[in-house]
């Protein structure tokens, strides 16, 4: 389990559209709401992917900009 902190930025202030923010990009994530309303703005993602991979696409997630 991996946890990645993005910064949030206040245009994301639910975890739903951050989801969708994903989605748009094909990137299918669950909202942390799902999990309960503490769970909000966090999302779930689940990987079937090496680690390698994993480390990758955590580091260009840390580098995007989560405007659009």
């Known amino acids: 389990?991996?946890?990645?902190?993005?910064?949030?930025?206040?245009?994301?202030a639910t975890s739903?559209?951050?989801?969708?923010?994903?989605?748009?990009?094909?990137?299918?994530?669950?909202?942390g709401t799902v999990f309960g309303a503490n769970a909000n703005p966090f999302i779930r993602m689940v990987y079937c992917i090496s680690d390698d991979e994993i480390d990758q696409c955590c580091n260009h997630l840390?580098?995007?900009s989560l405007v659009d």
């Open 1 to 12: 389990c991996r946890v990645l902190n993005l910064g949030i930025p206040p245009d994301h």
């Open 16 to 31: 739903e559209s951050l989801a969708n923010w994903f989605l748009k990009r094909n990137i299918l994530v669950t909202p």
């Open 62 to 64: 840390s580098n995007a």
